[in-house]
């Protein structure tokens, strides 16, 4: 196994992006993170929040991330997160149950200028604080960047941090390995007894630093697997999930089908029966909900309800 760049080496990119995918991975699910991800955990005092490390209502910066989304004249949806943009700032818990928003956020995740935001917003946001306070405390390795961002994003590294160097004392002190350990074991420690259970449930988060740091991975060489999912230069490089690039809407007939129809076409599509009403989530993925939907809408204008979305319908409802 390759070892750990020598002390004060800067991270590579590759290390960069894979530190930042273990915490993708535990955000959302995926390597590459989700940017269309809504996620709303009952309990949760972030509320509702959204894309690829998951930025939060309740702390205000979701509505920083979307206010520099709509500053961009590129931005596809600017215009329609621009009127809710006061909602957003005011941190208005209605959100939580707007849907017919929510999948407008969902949509937005397939406009570059959305993934290019969030990307720099949680760059300047997370990762370089992260960077700072772990060269401030001489962590240097990969994996132990990857362990204060994860704290950084999910929160509590002040606290632990402090814990840990009461404990064991400074990195310098103790060794950036041994401090690690020690700082990963408090704030499992933390998680497993915290009073919330939202919490509670992470604790899953460093079990699999604890993995990484059982194996070796101290310079995060790929490929690594952290929970079931594998981090590689592939997964790296691919196209982030549920972001649709194509085909146009009325390009083709959309209905259900075996495998299911996936694309931008189908998400427009969502988003405009969700617009009209439709309870449903634009996916991207044209499911029984979809096949409803279509389905209502054509009994409602008195067109036969057959479920089949032909490019006439498709251009009615997606304008």
Not at 10 to 38: C, H, M, R, W
Not at 73 to 92: E, K
Not at 196 to 202: C, E, L, N, W, Y
Request: aromatic share 8%; hydrophobic share 40%.
């Amino acid at each position: 196994m390759a070892t750990a760049p020598a002390a004060g080496a800067p991270l590579t990119s590759t290390q960069v992006k894979s530190a930042q995918a273990i915490v993708n991975v535990f955000e959302t699910g995926s390597v590459l993170g989700d940017y269309g991800q809504v996620t709303l955990i009952p309990g949760d005092t972030g509320h509702l929040t959204y894309g690829r490390s998951q930025t939060t209502l309740g702390s205000g910066n979701l509505a920083t991330l979307l206010q520099r989304y709509c500053a961009n004249l590129g931005a596809r949806f600017g215009a329609r997160l621009a009127q809710a943009l006061p909602r957003f700032q005011q941190r208005d818990l209605t959100l939580d149950n707007d849907g017919k928003l929510q999948n407008v956020l969902r949509a937005s995740a397939d406009d570059p200028v959305m993934r290019e935001t969030q990307d720099a917003f949680f760059d300047d946001s997370y990762w370089q604080p992260a960077l700072a306070a772990a060269g401030k405390l001489g962590i240097v390795s990969p994996l132990g960047v990857a362990v204060v961002y994860d704290s950084t994003v999910h929160g509590s590294w002040a606290l632990i941090r402090d814990r840990t160097i009461a404990a064991v004392g400074q990195v310098g002190t103790a060794g950036e390995q041994a401090w690690i350990k020690a700082y990963v074991s408090a704030r499992r420690d933390w998680m497993a007894t915290n009073k919330r259970a939202d919490i509670r449930a992470t604790v899953y988060r460093m079990d699999a630093f604890q993995r990484l740091i059982d194996q070796g991975f101290w310079g995060l060489e790929l490929p690594l697997v952290v929970r079931g999912q594998e981090i590689s230069a592939a997964t790296l490089s691919a196209m982030p999930p549920g972001c649709y690039d194509g085909p146009p809407p009325g390009s083709r007939v959309l209905t259900v089908q075996s495998p299911l129809a996936r694309g931008l076409d189908v998400r427009l599509l969502q988003l405009g029966l969700s617009d009209l009403g439709a309870d449903i989530k634009a996916d991207g993925v044209f499911g029984q909900a979809s096949f409803r939907g279509v389905k209502d809408y054509q009994a409602q204008h008195g067109l036969p309800a057959n479920g089949v979305a032909d490019v006439a319908l498709i251009a009615k409802i997606v304008g």
